[in-house]
């Protein structure tokens, strides 16, 4: 697949075209979409909305739904696509909701920590505290259930640094082994497949302003986003672990090592690692070639 039109920036989600910011869709603003994945509490646009709300400026997008009869005062995550239909019945004081309160407990991500050992497979890098999808993405779970997910150190150095990301919206359901995300490099798009199935409860927003960091650093600072699954057992079931891992990547940097050698000949036999950014460096592998084989999409 080649070239992705609209960036991620005007369209989180490439299989809706828009989806109106709360502001919008209360009538406070005439025009607003979402490009923070409804994350409300990292945003600066509702950041700034609020401190204008404070000095008088405009109404609230709560107090401008509070004008509406109570059958049409619709919960917030309903607004947002997070549940399905539901009237607000706190007035939109989400405080004192038990449901809000439920639901954003269920969905609270954890935090990155905690220590792991990164082995090397012949110059690719594995972290042994996560568990591995054959489409080279992966998932680990934190403090309270949480399971973060992103793409392995292999997927990048074959391909490159992208240049963005194509991520879901928060709230979205994943499902294995199905088309979860896409990855952008130049005019060259790719689908990646989700390693889990669950819903999307964070996205990591740094990826967006830094679309390198998951190339720099793809087991911690460059995770993409955290998804909830009630069962944690079933979700990571198909996955591979550790020395299964290892044995994996093992066999497909040896598959990587024979797509090489059908176009250059026979490699160095002197133990040497490949250099990153194959593809940048030897673009006749192809682009779609990488990506079926590796990403199997």
Known sequence: MTKQP???????????PTYPCLW???????????THYFDCA??????????????????????AMRKHDSLDRTCR?????????RSCPMNYNCRHCDFDQLFEDTLSPGTVHGT??????????????????????????EDGGVIRVGMDDFSFKVLGGPDGF????????????????????????????????????????????SPDL???????????????????KVALKHLTANEESAVWLNRE????????????????????YLKSNVYGNLPTLGWHNLTQKFLGT
Not at 116 to 137: A, P, R, V, W
């Open 253 to 272: 940097v040896t598959h990587l090592e024979q797509m090489i050698e059908e176009i250059t000949g026979p490699l160095s036999a002197d133990g040497g």
């Open 166 to 209: 194509d991520l879901p919206l928060t709230g979205k359901e994943l499902n294995q082994n199905k088309a979860g995300w896409g990855i952008r490099q130049g005019d060259n798009f790719a689908d990646v497949l989700s390693p889990v199935n669950g819903v999307i409860t964070r996205v990591n927003h740094g990826v967006r302003k």
């Open 42 to 63: 990292t945003c600066k646009y509702d950041s700034g909305m609020k401190k204008m709300t404070a000095t008088g400026k405009h109404i609230s997008w709560q107090d």
């Open 6 to 16: 609209d960036p991620m920036t005007t369209r989180p989600d490439k299989n809706t």
């Open 116 to 141: 792991s050992e990164i082995s090397d497979i012949k110059g690719f890098k594995l972290d042994s505290s996560g568990c591995y999808h054959s489409g080279h993405t992966w998932a680990r779970i």
């Open 77 to 85: 995550h309903t607004m947002t696509g997070r549940a399905d239909h």
């Open 24 to 34: 919008m869709q209360a009538g406070v603003v005439k025009k607003k979409n979402c």
């Open 214 to 232: 998951p190339g720099q650093d793809p087991y911690r600072d460059g995770w993409l986003f955290t998804v909830h699954n009630s069962d944690l």
